[in-house]
Nanobody, 128 residues
């Protein structure tokens, strides 16, 4: 059974950095596309970034382009999101999710419903 567990969230100040992790178990990470989504209070879930099954394709939502970097470690079966230049609007719960039916070398963060397996989320909060 495919399971995803996020970690790394916390309290940050504007301009700060965080690295989120998503530990995958049950399936090898190179068998499916995987991505990050976030949800702020009172807002809809938003796609942040994704990486294809073979790691050759990555995509980012417009608000995070140039600031966030997605990566993965196949040996550790873990995906990461390095977040830099964090802004208060980056506040929210960050979820990792797996798209187990994505075509080879394809990933998208446009449609959250494409992702069938989700972690429990990790909270990113800004301090004043």
């Amino acid at each position: 059974q495919l399971q995803l567990v996020e970690s790394g969230g916390g309290l940050v100040q504007p301009g700060g950095s965080l690295r989120l992790s998503c530990a995958v178990s049950g399936w090898p990470l190179n068998a499916f596309a995987i991505g990050w989504f976030r949800q702020a209070p009172g807002k809809e879930r938003e796609g942040v970034s994704c990486i294809s099954n073979n790691g050759r394709t990555t995509n980012y939502g417009d608000p995070v382009k140039g600031r966030f970097v997605i990566s993965r470690d196949i040996d550790m079966n873990t995906m990461y999101l390095q977040m830099s230049s964090l802004q208060p609007e980056d506040t929210g719960i960050y979820y990792c999710a797996a798209d187990v039916v994505a075509d080879n070398n394809i990933c998208s963060v446009l449609v959250a419903n494409d992702y069938s397996n989700w972690g429990q989320g990790t909270q990113v909060t800004f301090s004043s």
